[in-house]
């Protein structure tokens, strides 16, 4: 057998807990990385949906199991993590995907509004990584990415509590990343960065792809065309993966060169 001297975005053996992993982005991110070879527990409120995205995976062939979630709660974190170890033996990535936008400017922006936004945007990263980090220890190591947003560069009137949970999750990202690293936990923390991607959370469940509004905002990219879960899916895979082994505390930008623009 020929000696490999690149690793590749092998995930074989390796098991992800995905939060908000019943569509979009979280979805995306569980089939990436069960067709690179792991085992995946999608976690989230949306039981029905979670469920379902959970039976496709299995149907394709792949080790899946869902798990509700509410990353508001530490009492369902802890339960959740445990779920993963207890179906599939260790835990081993965690992908932090779960979040909401809310449209406020500083003016209209209310704290209830901006309390909620950070509790789950912000403070559900935060609590997630401190229930995975002693089960990823337990396995030898894993790989933690927290997905942002492109508004950690880009933002606008309307993105006042949105584009500040996520420029906070950028931050805490790489002080988890620095500490993990100088305290040899073996524990890898990147964030990805998309930018507008054709998800339910952005065009809604009956699809806006057509409004002019959505038009203007494709204009703005330069590739001319939002992105497609699955781009970012496959980013999150390689992050998770050994592929990645010496990426750390690293921002990577899915957004069809909006950002650098």
Not at 17 to 42: D, F, S, Y
Request: proline fraction near 3%; hydrophobic fraction near 50%.
């Amino acid at each position: 057998m020929a000696i490999r001297r690149t690793n590749s975005p092998d995930l074989g053996g390796k098991v992800a807990l995905i939060t908000g992993g019943a569509r979009g982005l979280g979805a995306a991110a569980a089939w990436a990385i069960c067709e690179a070879g792991g085992a995946a527990m999608l976690a989230d409120i949306l039981v029905d949906r979670g469920e379902q995205t959970a039976a496709e995976l299995r149907e394709a062939g792949h080790a899946a199991r869902f798990v509700r979630l509410d990353v508001r709660d530490e009492g369902d974190w802890a339960a959740a993590v445990a779920a993963t170890v207890d179906a599939f033996g260790s835990l081993t990535i965690l992908v932090n995907n779960a979040g909401i936008a809310t449209a406020a400017t500083i003016e209209s922006l209310t704290v209830a509004d901006f309390q909620a936004i950070l509790d789950i945007n912000l403070l559900g990263p935060f609590r997630g990584m401190q229930a995975a980090i002693p089960a990823m220890k337990a396995a030898g190591g894993g790989a933690i990415v927290n997905i942002a947003s492109n508004s950690t560069r880009r933002v606008s009137a309307i993105t006042a509590s949105y584009a500040a949970t996520k420029a906070a999750l950028a931050n805490i990202t790489k002080s988890a990343a620095i500490h993990l690293a100088q305290t040899g936990a073996n524990i890898r923390v990147n964030s990805v960065h998309p930018g507008p991607h054709a998800t339910e959370m952005l065009l809604g469940d009956d699809g806006k792809a057509d409004l002019p509004e959505v038009k203007a905002l494709c204009d703005l990219i330069p590739m001319g065309r939002m992105g497609h879960a699955e781009e970012v899916g496959a980013v999150v895979a390689f992050l998770a993966s050994d592929a990645a082994s010496y990426v750390t505390g690293a921002e990577m930008f899915v957004d069809g060169g909006v950002t650098p623009h």
